[in-house]
């Protein structure tokens, strides 16, 4: 698919559609010459007019490697079929990265200190150990 204004043209290798998981699959070549990397959120919208998805916050796409010389970026892209169904197969940090979830807040130091205290005390004390702060 290529795109006038851009001139960025995509194009699709090892296309499955996995029922099991409620979504398409894909290598996806991104060829952008004369360009840098081509943002995700272009990516996202370009692919969302090819396969004609009711929405972009569907389609994930990770994994891109830009080829020496550049002009070509080659990565992974999935297209799930509902929000429902990615919500329930992708990993936290891909849900973060498409705004689907928060980020843990606090120092990484903080959330293991608490999960330790926590695990002193049992039942209804248990949740009254973290909301103190």
Do not use: W
Not at 13 to 27: A, E, G, P, S
Not at 43 to 71: H, M, N, P, R, Y
Not at 123 to 128: N, P, V
């Amino acid at each position: 698919m290529a795109d006038s204004k851009n001139s960025v043209t995509l194009r699709t290798r090892k296309f499955m559609i996995n029922r099991l998981l409620n979504r398409k699959q894909m290598i996806l070549d991104v060829l952008h010459p004369g360009q840098g990397p081509v943002s995700r959120k272009t990516l996202q919208s370009l692919l969302a007019k090819k396969f004609k998805t009711q929405s972009e916050k569907c389609i994930f796409v990770f994994g891109f490697k830009t080829a020496f010389g550049g002009a070509r970026s080659t990565g992974f892209a999935l297209i799930y079929d509902s929000l429902n169904d990615a919500l329930n197969c992708e990993p936290k940090y891909r849900l973060v990265r498409n705004e689907l979830a928060d980020k843990s807040t606090g120092s990484r130091k903080s959330r293991k200190e608490l999960k330790n205290k926590k695990k002193k005390f049992r039942g209804i004390k248990k949740a009254k150990v973290g909301g103190g702060k």
